[in-house]
């Protein structure tokens, strides 16, 4: 298994900043796409941003030129920097990978982080 631990989270007024970090470990073989979700109450959870194993991106039109996706493939960590917060971001951010295991190395699954809570509000 590959086990996801968000950080980061909190309470930010609008216009601020916060930085998301995500590691993962376990016995991995290979990290693939390492991405950020979230979820607002009475919503559906929807993609923020990814990154693949090649550095390419791609984010939700909502957060395009607010929000940096990056990751440190020596530390198996992936992050996401959210400037010019909006109370529109608030939600709970959840940390997703593919990866492959090194007692599976041809097969890869889907993992979930806990969440992470953010909240924009003044």
């Known amino acids: 298994q590959v086990q996801l631990v968000e950080s980061g989270g909190g309470l930010v007024q609008p216009g601020g900043s916060l930085r998301l970090s995500c590691q993962a470990s376990g016995n991995i073989f290979t990290i693939y796409v390492m991405g950020w979700y979230r979820q607002a109450p009475g919503k559906q959870r929807e993609l923020v941003a990814r990154?693949?194993?090649?550095?390419?991106?791609n984010y939700a039109d909502s957060v395009k030129g607010r929000f940096t996706i990056s990751r440190d493939n020596g530390q198996n960590t992936v992050y996401l920097q959210m400037n010019s917060l909006k109370p529109e971001d608030t939600a709970v951010y959840y940390c997703?990978?593919?990866?492959?295991?090194?007692?599976?190395?041809?097969?890869?699954?889907?993992?979930w982080g806990q969440g992470t809570q953010v909240t924009v509000s003044s």
């Open positions: 990154i693949d194993s090649g550095f390419n991106t």
């Open positions: 997703n990978t593919d990866a492959a295991l090194v007692e599976r190395p041809m097969s890869v699954d889907n993992y």
